[in-house]
C-alpha cells in the first residue's frame, strides 16, 4: 500500500513540477507503466512484478530532484519534510507489523 501511495504522489508531482521532465525519471515511468500491458508467451512470469523495479527508480528520482538543496531550503521545506517523515515512518510501521506477524 505504501508503494503505490508513494508511486501516486510522485506521479502528481511529475505532472505538476516541469523540472522533474528529463530522461531519468521519463524513462523508468514509461517502462513501469507500459510493461504490465506487454504481451507474453507464457503464465510463469508477470509482467507486473517486473514493472516494480522500474517504478521505484522513478520513485526514488522523483525523491531525488525533491530532496535537492535548492529546493529543500526553499518554501517548501515543512512540506519536503513532513513527506520524507510520514513515509519513512510508514515504512518502519509496516515493517516492524511484517516482522511481528512473523
Known amino acids: 500500500m505504501l508503494e ?3 508511486f501516486l504522489t510522485c506521479f ?3 505532472l505538476v513540477w516541469r523540472r522533474t521532465h528529463y530522461f531519468g ?3 523508468p515511468l514509461l517502462v513501469a507503466l507500459l510493461l504490465p500491458w506487454w504481451p507474453t508467451d507464457s503464465f510463469t512470469g ?3 512484478l ?3 523495479p522500474f517504478a521505484f527508480v522513478f520513485i526514488g528520482g522523483i525523491y531525488a530532484d525533491l530532496l535537492e538543496r535548492r529546493f529543500f531550503e526553499g ?3 515543512k512540506r519536503v519534510t513532513a513527506t520524507a517523515l510520514v513515509l519513512v515512518g510508514a515504512s ?3 515493517s516492524f507489523m511484517l ?3 512473523v
Open 25 to 27: 525519471n521519463v524513462a
Open 99 to 101: 516482522v511481528a506477524a
Open 4 to 6: 503505490v501511495v508513494a
Open 75 to 77: 518554501r517548501f521545506r
Open 12 to 14: 502528481l508531482v511529475f
Open 50 to 52: 517486473w514493472s516494480l
Open 92 to 94: 518502519a510501521l509496516l
Open 46 to 48: 508477470s509482467t507486473v
